[in-house]
């Protein structure tokens, strides 16, 4: 008999159908994944899977949990069966715990619930399942204290605490570095095996996919279209969509030949001190050193990737570069003239530079018209253009970006995650910049998105000379739009050099352990 | 449109017009007395009856909103007025000496109970509407700085204030652009929360004599005068008191209806 067992599952709300006759089967001690874009709804289907559709969603067909219905089973049933026969692991380890109770308490917790047990027993056994996931700290520890991936082997340790048959996992590993998803996504594999249980595991990366599933179910807009066992699907996919999904996540752009050309950005020896919490009361502040001694060029049109993990210092560098804050030590230099002078940034030089965010819904201010958000940059031209020629310039940078120049008149939340991330970079290009700062810019975005996005990119690469640096996680990414990159950890750059070079060759150990660390699209794929 | 929000603004609206109408036409002269014809109860002449001088309580009521409702508009007013700038000052400059001194100052009005600082003020430069006006106003403007600043604080950290800031725009203008108008709504709940607590503090004045002054109507002051006669002609006490509580209660629908339909958030859930 199999684990788990969905037939025909159809959820509306208000009429609106968001799956639509979904099967999945999974038996036990194997790794399901769903993977879709957003909106294709892998995880609406989790979450009817746990029971815990939204409120007005209406669900039709099976949902089999070792024979048990549960969309038939009333919810004081349900909440007895979560945490204990299926466990759940969630996209975001900052916010899935509760700041104010210790780590052990909170394992123990879903423990006390289900188990007829002492408080004392409780403890001891979240302390050994703490163990088990592998954190090496104390169960006495509140969640602040602890880093993302740690915090994630907390959550997963509360969903295995009872040994459930049935985990499911929710993008666990999207908000993690490339080196701590790894670790997880070993430790989700090992657990399997020990406890002989069936993870379902939701993901939007291909890669992990590839990497870790036995079965792989393909979503798009609320249907299955294509399923099966991993080895199979991946090397003799059927459906276009499946083919599309994992061409455009390996997705390579032709950027034009680099010219060489003169050195536009120099920074020298930079250092970036931020003062942090006192360690008694009126005590001295310490100093926590972002940027230790950062040295690089970046010439005219030169496309530089900026790679590292978060904490890394590649936020506070952007900032630097863009002048929003001044530098302990060394100069940045822009065209020679520095981009920070007398404690104020120096306005000419940031005239030169723009830059482009991650989270296409949060850039932009969500009660201005789109000509009015694009045209901001505007304000740092001694004379910006009005009437005609103001017009014109929303209709170019608009043009260039793929839109028309209608959208002008439109808010921004009637346009999607990519369009969003075009109007960035139309905001980016009009005042015609020398440098473009793109920061996770397509990072927020599906793959098949992604992908046009980078194709942007690369088409506006081949109209003007364009230079940017192009911060990432992401080294597929980084690989196919740089022609140099730069690797960054803890506030130094540790390796620099050509971007083939450096991803055939790495020569620093962490470089190393970052594209070894970073899952792989299988071969197979690539070829399609 | 919520049901909260339109039984509030009925209720509202009904004063207001109340307040207006008085401009131009109310059902008796409330200056003249006629004592022969004091103590009505609600009769086909006076439709709410007459007080102790035998005026009559509606065109009083009329009068009375409006009143209350200047003083509580010219106090909301205030402070927003001030405290708005303030909160923005201090969320611009978050973390910094400036913010420090604002947010403490705004604590050293809050320190103090308000109805007693209102009652000094008025005792000390003497009573009437105007500074009935002042002393609630003051009171609003750390209740205005303070939610300012706590909603500001989170607009900076999001990616299009730094998208201004890469534009070159300064703190000022980034406040006036981009954090006012996206605390608009925020605001015009508070100011309607205000708006009712005003009413509120300015009965209480009158009540106590500090408010506006006679032959000014006021239902604070009608209440006050009210006040030995509840049990012989308990209208006289009843219909201020009614007017007060469904004025207040109207307004704090209102808000309350205005904080569920312009929040985007509740509105998506709901459509």
Redesign the interface.
Known sequence: MSLLAITDLTVSINGTEILHDVGVRMSQGEIVAITGESGSGKSMTALAAMGLLPRGAVPTGKIKLEGTDILQTSEPDLCRMRGKAMGMVFQEPMTALNPVQTIGDQVAETILIHEKTTRADARERAAAMLDRVGLKVAPTRYPHELSGGQRQRVIIAMAIALRPRLLIADEPTTALDVTTQARILDLLRDLVREFDMGLLIITHDLAVVADIADQIVVMQKGQVVEAGPAHDLLANMKHPYTKALFAASAHAVALPEPKPSAPMLNVQNVVRDYPITRQRLLGPRPMFRALHDISFQINQGERVGLVGESGCGKSTLTRAI?G?EDVQDGEIRLDGQPVFTDKH?N?AV??K???V???PY???????RVDRLIT?????LEQPPTGPTREAAIAKALGDVGLSPQDARKYIHEFSGGQRQRIAIA?ALIIEPELIIFDEAVSALDVSVRAQVLDLIADLCRKRPLAYLFISHDLTVVRTVTDRVMVMQAGKIVEQGETETVFAQPQHPYTQTLIAAAPQLPQIAMAV | MNRNLIIGSALTAVFVALGAMSFIWTPADIETLDIPNRLQGPNATNLLGTDHFGRDILSMIMMGARTSIAVALVAVGIGMALGIPLGLLAAARHGSLLDELIMRGNDLVFAFPSLVIAILITAVFGASAVNAIIAIGIFNIPVFARLTRGAALPLWK???I????????SATRISV??IL??ITNLMIVQGTIQFSLGILAEAALSYIGLGAQPPTASWGRMLADAQTLVSTAPHTALVPGLAILLMVLGLNLMGDGLRDWLDPRIRVTRA
């Open positions: 863009l929003l940034p306005l940031r005239r530079m723009q830059v965010f991650q989270d949060s850039s932009f201010n969500p009660r201005h901001e940059p505007f304000h740092l905001r | 999001r990616d299009f730094l998208a201004a800031r890469v534009c070159g725009k652009e981009h108008p996206n």
